[in-house]
Every structure is written in C-alpha cells, then in structure tokens.
C-alpha cells in the first residue's frame, strides 16, 4: 500500500509555559511563595560530580514529589 508522508513540521504548536499555566493556578502561588533553591544545597553531597549518568535536577523530583 502507497501512503504519503504528511510534513509533520507544520502540526507542531509552539506555546510559551507562561501561556500553559493560568494566572491564578496554585503552581504559581506555590513557586511565587517557596524557595526551591534551597534543595541544591541540601543534596550537592549526595550526588558523584564527575561519574555516572546526568542527574535530573533534584528540584525537579522534589516539585514532583510536593504536587
């Protein structure tokens, strides 16, 4: 069966993450209000600086874990 290939570029929808989430959300007033900074300087022990694979940002798991 012959099938043409539709220019998938043009489906993409580019979207700043201000537009995603709205002005009131509790996400916003969360990040506004709580210092996640603070969480680099509790774990930098915890992680190897030159072995293994790259982290993800341990802000990231923790926003994960509070939502």
Avoid: H, T, W
Avoid at 39 to 53: H, T
Wanted: hydrophobic share 45%; proline share 4%.
């Amino acid at each position: 069966m012959l099938s043409k290939k539709e220019d998938v570029q043009n489906k993409f929808i580019l979207k700043a993450m201000e537009d995603l989430v709205p002005k009131g959300s509790l996400f916003r007033i969360i990040d506004k209000y709580i210092d996640f900074g603070l969480i680099y300087d509790e774990v930098k022990d915890l992680y190897c600086e030159d072995n293994g694979r790259p982290s993800i940002a341990p802000v990231v798991l923790f926003k994960l874990l509070f939502i």
